[in-house]
């Protein structure tokens, strides 16, 4: 993986284009959410429950997109930080930063774990 490939998954996502975005990410995926019960927020393991949870996103929030984002990666780990824009079902904007943290093997990405603010 490179700052390229991080730029491209993220275009992948603003396209909403689950199959390039899945192609990125290795069939023993994870994907750690930013909120959840857990230490780790809410984990979903394999290509299937990630795919699954990543399709949820856009039902859920029709227009997500990531502005301005920015990666670095060193060694196996690699940071992506953006600014989550989206609209609530009431008409409300969102804008919020936040990051995920990936972890990558054999060229794809093994763990991607978010990280976004919250708006009180």
């Known amino acids: 993986m490179n700052i390229d490939d991080l730029q491209a998954y993220v275009d992948a996502w603003n396209k909403h284009d689950i199959d390039k975005i899945m192609s990125f990410m290795s069939a023993d995926c994870i994907f750690e959410t930013g909120g959840g019960p857990e230490t780790y927020g809410t984990r979903y393991s394999g290509c299937e429950a990630v795919k699954a949870k990543f399709i949820s996103v856009w039902e859920m929030m029709p227009d997500v997109h990531f502005d301005n984002a920015s990666h670095f990666i060193q060694g196996n780990r690699g940071c992506s930080q953006w600014t989550f824009i989206t609209t ?19 060229g794809k990405i093994k763990v991607k774990s978010s990280f976004m603010k919250h708006q009180h």
């Open 88 to 106: 609530k079902s009431d008409g409300t904007k969102i804008a919020l930063e936040g990051c995920d943290l990936f972890t990558f093997e054999k």
